[in-house]
């Protein structure tokens, strides 16, 4: 596609948009909800899927501090957080100085059970 090449050497290239993710303007509360409806839980985990909703659920979580930024967590825990895989990982630590508690190994919902798993198993 290069303008400066010959129109025979260019290749064109059509882009299409197959997938993309996006907040739900509903969201926010409905993740405050479901908090507020598990806060007696001895243990839970919030699994986030894709960068888009990262800002919210920390935000719903409490965990920013003034900066936008993962304040320094508790001691004693109940909620934890895993990702599907380490592009999510990544932008957690990147954009919001968190390493979550668990990244699957294999982006599925397996991999996130074995990775959830592996995870409690050690802190017993």
Do not use: H
Not at 55 to 79: A, H, I, Y
Request: proline share 6%; charged share 30%.
């Amino acid at each position: 596609m290069d303008p400066t090449l010959a129109s025979d050497k260019r290749i064109n290239v059509t882009e299409t948009v197959v997938y993309g993710t996006g907040v739900m303007e509903s969201f926010p509360n409905d993740f405050k909800e479901l908090l507020r409806q598990t806060s007696d839980r001895k243990l839970r985990w919030v699994v986030v899927f894709s960068p888009t909703g990262c800002d919210s659920m920390l935000r719903g979580l409490d965990m920013l501090d003034e900066e936008g930024k993962v304040g320094e967590l508790p001691k004693q825990r109940t909620t934890f957080i895993a990702t599907i895989g380490p592009t999510t990982r990544d932008y957690l630590k990147r954009t919001f100085g968190y390493e979550p508690d668990v990244c699957a190994e294999k982006p599925s919902p397996e991999g996130i059970w074995e990775g959830i798993t592996r995870f409690n198993a050690q802190s017993n």
